[in-house]
């Protein structure tokens, strides 16, 4: 549902415990996204999510920090990891953080997959004011709600600015 002209990214996935309920849809997202990329592509992928202790957690797919091309066997293994971290939900929901994260990296874009409001600061219109400063234009930010976002218009309202004020585009994904 999105076009873009980039050719290199950073998929970040939220692994939070409601992401539980729309397993299939962030699986097939994720599918669809990777699914079309060949080795004109490079791509890193990036499960996030708070524990109790407030502690963030990200698990990557490329532990060297870089972004892989995607040859077909890349895609066969970004597919299997994306699978891996979909049978891991739990704990909370710290955008800001990944987000900080994904603009470390040499990429053109990063696509957020959420179905919840950021937990790791209190205003989302924060998080969208101090990543827009922190990206600085460098980067599209494209953003992805799953599951009945429909009825969370402040998830939709911070994802639609979020990717507004950096270059991206919004898409809502549901049943």
């Given at each position: 549902?999105?076009?873009?002209?980039?050719?290199?990214?950073?998929?970040?996935?939220?692994?939070?415990?409601?992401?539980?309920?729309?397993?299939?849809?962030?699986?097939?997202?994720?599918?669809?996204l990777?699914?079309?990329?060949?080795?004109?592509?490079?791509?890193?992928?990036?499960?996030?999510?708070?524990?109790?202790?407030?502690?963030?957690?990200?698990?990557?797919?490329?532990?060297?920090?870089?972004?892989?091309?995607?040859?077909?066997?890349?895609?066969?293994?970004?597919?299997?990891?994306?699978?891996?971290?979909?049978?891991?939900?739990?704990?909370s929901?710290?955008?800001?953080?990944?987000?900080?994260?994904?603009?470390?990296?040499?990429?053109?874009?990063?696509?957020?997959?959420?179905?919840?409001?950021?937990?790791?600061?209190?205003?989302?219109?924060s998080?969208?004011?101090?990543?827009?400063?922190?990206?600085?234009?460098?980067?599209?930010?494209?953003?992805?709600?799953?599951?009945?976002?429909?009825?969370?218009?402040?998830?939709?309202?911070?994802?639609?600015?979020?990717?507004?004020?950096?270059?991206?585009?919004?898409?809502?994904?549901?049943?």
């Amino acid at each position: 549902g999105i076009v873009t002209e980039c050719k290199s990214f950073v998929i970040l996935l939220d692994m939070s415990g409601s992401m539980n309920e729309y397993e299939h849809l962030a699986r097939k997202t994720l599918s669809e996204l990777v699914g079309q990329m060949n080795d004109q592509y490079h791509c890193q992928i990036i499960g996030y999510q708070g524990d109790q202790a407030h502690q963030v957690i990200t698990t990557q797919w490329q532990q060297d920090g870089k972004l892989a091309s995607m040859s077909p066997s890349n895609v066969t293994s970004a597919l299997a990891f994306g699978d891996s971290l979909i049978g891991n939900f739990g704990g909370s929901t710290p955008t800001f953080h990944a987000l900080k994260t994904a603009l470390n990296y040499n990429a053109e874009a990063i696509f957020i997959m959420t179905d919840g409001e950021p937990t790791d600061m209190a205003d989302w219109r924060s998080i969208v004011h101090q990543i827009t400063r922190l990206n600085n234009g460098s980067k599209k930010i494209y953003s992805v709600a799953i599951g009945n976002y429909r009825a969370k218009p402040e998830l939709v309202e911070f994802l639609e600015e979020l990717a507004k004020k950096n270059k991206g585009k919004f898409l809502g994904v549901s049943d």
